[in-house]
């Protein structure tokens, strides 16, 4: 069974940095395309970043140049490292899996529960 | 970047209607479309894929339709489970793009 699980959430100042966490079971980070989309208080779902099987990376224009998504093969593990944080960061913070044996990578067939950021002073 | 326009922004629905949501790129995406199921408190749920592909495990009573830039989810019959938001991706490009969502209240 093929679980992801986040961490790493909390109340954070603005200007603050935070690093979330997602441990996966089941299938391999690095065989996979892996991503995190964040959702606002009320809102609706916005892609944040990807990382190919290949280990490339991109970024929505909103998070470059302060975000950074990673992972490490023997933990399994993705991650999101958040810096310079801004009140509109405030969302709750999904990892998923690109599922490459549909057309598109782009597919998200498995998501973690998610974990909450507050960026608030 | 490719904009997605989802619509109505909410409908009212009772249990065995049939409800239909649609969804415009503002460019073709050819047949990159998924569909997403969200319900309160809890993580999306891929329903559709490449705009008509039925997701293992989804009730048959989920159909998509489309390509290019118009795209239609239907619900033949609304069962109580069913009421929650949806949500249209392109997965043609990046940015990934969502549209706004559709909220299926009763």
């Known amino acids: 069974e093929v679980q992801l699980v986040e961490t790493g959430g909390g109340l954070i100042q603005p200007g603050g940095s935070l690093r979330l966490s997602c441990a996966v079971s089941?299938?391999?980070?690095?065989?996979?395309?892996m991503t995190w989309v964040r959702q606002a208080p009320g809102k609706g779902l916005e892609w944040v970043s990807i990382i190919y099987s290949g280990g490339s990376t991109y970024y929505a224009d909103s998070v470059k140049g302060r975000f950074t998504i990673s992972r490490d093969n023997s933990k399994n593990t993705l991650y999101l490292q958040m810096n310079t944080l801004r009140a509109e960061d405030t969302a709750v913070y999904y990892c998923a899996r690109g599922d490459c044996g549909r057309t598109s990578c782009y597919t998200f067939d498995c998501w973690g529960q998610g974990t909450l950021v507050t960026v608030s002073s | 970047d490719i904009q997605m326009t989802q619509s109505p922004s909410s409908r009212s629905a009772s249990v065995g209607d049939r409800v239909t949501i649609t969804c415009r790129a503002s460019q073709s995406i050819r047949s990159y479309l998924n569909w997403y199921q969200q319900k309160p408190g809890k993580a999306p749920k891929l329903l559709i894929y490449d705009a008509s592909s039925l997701q293992g495990g989804v009730p048959s009573r989920f159909s998509g339709s489309g390509s290019g830039t118009d795209f239609t989810l239907t619900i033949s019959s609304l069962q109580p489970e069913d009421f929650a938001t949806y949500y249209c991706?392109?997965?043609?490009?990046?940015?990934?793009?969502f549209g706004g969502g559709t909220k299926v209240e009763i």
């Open positions: 991706q392109q997965s043609y490009s990046t940015p990934i793009t």
């Open positions: 089941g299938l391999t980070v690095t065989s996979n395309y």
